[in-house]
């Protein structure tokens, strides 16, 4: 690749084709494939490179990178938290922004799958999906209809992994005339009933066992680590284990 801005020369990983079998309620993928894919960084100036750049944006991020902010970033924040920053430096719209925020959220939430699980995560975590939540509430009436939806039961579910039921539950509601409207909105609306029991018992697990595939849900339930899980996860177990 070639960095927008100085025109280095670098290598960058690029995914081919990959499966995944369904998603946490935060929307990552579980596959065989590391979620979220990395973004390619110019080594000298660390620009995040997460999309093609109009010549005017080229210029706005050659002064946004060097700003003490970014560089106090570099080290402290994700790849695709400081995309989500500069996103917003740009005036980009708030949709597609919001999406690379949710995916900063995965390279901090730690999941059965996930090494890494350290207070600092844990602190970007929360960070991070207060911003998000606000963000989905201020998303514009002109946004898409789907991506209303699913960045609104997104927002939901970030509520209830930090504990705010109440306000979770409200977000949710929100989401169920969006879900009416859409092309598989039985579905949705099952999915959604199966969030609100996890908010109604107060769930703020990042993998609830009932709200993740059945295929991931028997890996928890029968794996050495079902042993790590909370009571309520334990519980759901059971039902796990006698079905089918």
């Given at each position: 690749?070639?960095?927008?801005?100085?025109?280095?020369?670098?290598?960058?990983?690029?995914?081919?084709?990959?499966?995944?079998?369904?998603?946490?309620?935060?929307?990552k993928p579980f596959s065989y494939m590391t979620f979220p894919?990395?973004?390619?960084?110019?080594?000298?100036?660390?620009?995040?490179?997460?999309?093609?750049?109009?010549?005017?944006?080229?210029?706005?991020?050659?002064?946004?990178?060097?700003?003490?902010?970014?560089?106090?970033?570099?080290?402290a924040e994700t790849p695709y938290y400081r995309a989500y920053w500069l996103s917003t430096r740009l005036n980009r719209p708030a949709v597609g922004t919001l999406w690379l925020l949710l995916r900063a959220i995965w390279e901090v939430s730690p999941g059965s799958r996930d090494v890494s699980d350290t207070p600092a995560d844990r602190a970007r975590m929360d960070?991070?999906?207060?911003?998000?939540?606000?963000?989905?509430?201020?998303?514009?009436?002109?946004?898409?209809?789907?991506?209303?939806?699913?960045?609104?039961?997104?927002?939901?579910?970030?509520l209830r992994q930090m504990g705010r039921f109440s306000e979770a539950q409200r977000l949710l509601a929100d989401a169920r005339p969006l879900?009416?409207?859409?092309?598989?909105?039985?579905?949705?609306?099952?999915?959604?009933?199966?969030?609100?029991?996890?908010?109604?018992?107060?769930?703020?697990?990042?993998?609830?066992?009932?709200?993740?595939?059945?295929?991931?849900?028997k890996r928890r339930c029968e794996a050495g680590d079902a042993t790590t899980l909370s009571p309520v996860q334990q519980g759901l177990c059971r039902n796990v284990k006698n079905e089918p």
């Open positions: 690749m070639t960095c927008p801005v100085g025109g280095e020369r670098f290598s960058a990983w690029r995914s081919g084709s990959y499966s995944t079998y369904g998603s946490r309620p935060d929307g894919f990395p973004l390619p960084e110019c080594p000298s100036n660390k620009l995040i490179v997460f999309d093609d750049f109009k010549p005017d944006e080229v210029k706005a991020l050659a002064t946004l990178i060097e700003t003490p902010e970014y560089k106090r970033m570099v080290t960070r991070y999906q207060q911003a998000f939540v606000a963000g989905v509430r201020r998303l514009p009436k002109s946004a898409d209809a789907q991506d209303r939806l699913w960045l609104t039961i997104r927002a939901a579910n970030a879900a009416a409207q859409d092309r598989k909105a039985a579905a949705v609306a099952a999915y959604i009933d199966s969030m609100a029991r996890a908010i109604a018992r107060k769930d703020a697990d990042v993998e609830p066992i009932d709200l993740i595939p059945q295929r991931e849900a």
